[in-house]
């Protein structure tokens, strides 16, 4: 490799750009202490001699990655760092990696590496094809090859293909080995992750828990504990008892760091597991700095565009964003969303979530024309990968209903409350579900966009009865169903039954809270607004 001394003959090259393509200007430090120095100065035997100050770089020689920062528009200075053979860092780093990365072959091992690059279409098909070539007696193969497609379908959020793979493996695994096996507690740990990504938390642990079992009798000290109480701890995270996590945590990170080298990438993770307890704990500096320390480790061992990097972003945006810092937080979320959309198929769920995310840290900066954008960008992904009565679909279309109400475009909202009302419908048994809500927020706007009040007095009906059904009713919100049945009945000229709910009202108001001032005049003006409709003017003029 050919480089020079002066960075004006570099930057020469840099500046002749083809159109799409990106220059990256490298600044190279050399220790010139080194024993073995993969380089040489050409200024005596180069054509231009002293003029072209070049130096040659062995192709084989090995750097380090600094700093890296976007100069202009596609140029990038990027620095490296050479280093040696025997750099002890890289040594350890190195027999992690080949740990990682062992398999029964050659073609197995470079699958493994294939999967730690996440060049995951890659690995699916070599495995495939080693999977169609062995012979189904072949068992001790078998189940290596299940489990690596069983993990490749999880990172593909195929989490049901992934279930069965699993289960192919383990079937084999406990036929052939001792129940004691590590490579037993490998697959518990998987299968567990599997039903962490379903949030069938009570299989997870059940799973996680046999592989703990397997792992402090067989390897107490060895990393793969450590993952397993990591993951363990993350299942009490997501059930939101963090006491219950932390130790879990802790026990991870002290493993990790007496077995892991200082900088890899694994130890990342449980850095993030720390920063989201400290983040629960409102601690939210102590959270941001666990979670610093993650990312730096992933900038200095992992490429730029590494889907774990989505991590570091993602945590880091949202300690932002409850910090009510939203335009930091935006500006990390999105990064983790250009990641996500060149590693994850384009109807990913993980691609709604963040596409959710950011829509509503636009809404809290009432941004709405952007707000309402990325909800429905993640709204049609969802769409597109789950049933069509999903509940995590209810959310999206109740957070699009609220922003379109703050739009002032309530006509807007009518589909999606029909929408949630056809799950809810779908879901739930007659007998056991409050639809209140659904049919309430329909009649309003039909009432008020619309200005069919037949039509809406029938929703709100609908509401009424939904509502009384349920097993804890809201009297706040029964008053509101009957202020609006009262005030349809009045717009259609139906005096009597809109009186009947306004001293509905009035009595519900009486029974369950004492009334201030200003609500029992509101009722009783309502109420003589409508003995005056109906000329009947002394119980008008009473009330």
């Not at 960075?7 to 220790?31: H, R």
């Not at 020689?61 to 990038?76: K, S, T, V």
């Not at 993650?294 to 490429?303: D, G, M, Q, V």
């Not at 949630?420 to 927020?441: A, H, K, T, V």
Request: net charge negative.
């Amino acid at each position: 490799m050919s480089t020079n001394v002066d960075p004006e003959v570099a930057n020469v090259f840099c500046s002749n750009l083809e159109p799409n393509t990106t220059g990256i200007l490298l600044k190279i430090e050399i220790d010139p202490s080194f024993s073995s120095n993969p380089f040489a100065l050409l200024t005596n035997v180069s054509y231009f001699f002293d003029q072209e100050k070049e130096i040659l770089l062995s192709t084989h020689a090995i750097f380090r990655i600094g700093e890296m920062i976007e100069i202009e528009n596609r140029l990038w200075h990027v620095q490296l760092i050479l280093t040696t053979d025997n750099d002890k860092q890289l040594e350890v780093i190195t027999e992690w990696i080949r740990q990682e990365t062992s398999g029964p072959s050659g073609w197995h091992r470079l699958g493994q590496l294939m999967i730690k690059l996440e060049k995951l279409n890659e690995a699916e098909k070599m495995y495939q094809i080693l999977l169609d070539s062995v012979s189904q007696n072949d068992e001790e193969h078998l189940h290596f090859l299940y489990n690596q497609l069983g993990y490749i379908k999880h990172n593909y959020g195929n989490d049901d293909e992934a279930l069965q793979l699993y289960q192919k493996a383990l079937e084999i695994q406990e036929k052939l080995l001792p129940h004691n096996h590590p490579l037993l507690a490998t697959t518990y740990n998987n299968i567990g992750c599997v039903h962490t990504s379903m949030n069938d938390y009570s299989k997870a642990l059940l799973f996680y828990q046999k592989s703990l079992k397997i792992l402090e009798e067989a390897a107490p000290d060895h990393f793969y504990l450590a993952w397993t109480c990591n993951n363990i701890g993350k299942v009490h995270c997501d059930l939101k008892d963090f006491s219950s996590a932390h130790p879990f945590y802790q026990k991870a990170l002290n493993i990790a760091e007496k077995t892991l080298p200082h900088n890899y990438p694994r130890l990342a993770i449980i850095y993030d597991s720390l920063g989201e307890i400290a983040q629960d704990a409102k601690e939210y500096l102590d959270s941001l700095s666990w979670y610093q320390k993650a990312l730096e480790i992933r900038k200095k061992t992992l490429s730029l565009n590494h889907p774990a990097f989505v991590a570091s972003y993602r945590c880091i945006g949202e300690v932002h964003h409850l910090m009510g810092d939203y335009s930091n937080a935006v500006k990390f979320y999105e990064k983790a969303l250009e990641i996500q959309q060149k590693s994850l198929p384009p109807n990913h769920s993980k691609l709604s979530v963040t596409y959710y995310y950011i829509g509503l840290l636009y809404d809290k900066m009432k941004d709405y024309s952007n707000a309402l954008s990325f909800y429905q960008k993640g709204l049609e992904i969802k769409q597109r990968s789950c049933s069509p009565d999903d509940p995590d679909l209810i959310k999206f279309y109740y957070t699009i209903i609220l922003l379109n109400h703050k739009m002032e475009d309530n006509s807007s909202t009518l589909p999606f409350y029909q929408k949630i009302l056809e799950i809810q419908q779908e879901r739930l048994p007659s007998n056991q579900s409050d639809m209140g809500i659904e049919y309430f927020g329909i009649g309003n706007v039909i009432r008020y966009d619309e200005k069919d009040y037949q039509s809406a007095l029938l929703s709100f009906q609908q509401a009424l009865v939904s509502h009384q059904n349920s097993p804890s009713p809201d009297y706040t919100f029964l008053i509101a169903i009957y202020r609006s049945i009262s005030v349809s009945y009045e717009a259609i000229g139906n005096y009597l039954n809109a009186l009947s709910f306004y001293k509905s009202i009035l009595e519900l108001k009486q029974t369950v809270s004492a009334l201030d001032t200003l609500e029992l005049i509101s009722i009783y003006v309502g109420i003589g607004t409508l003995y005056n409709k109906m000329e009947e003017y002394s119980n008008a003029l009473s009330f």
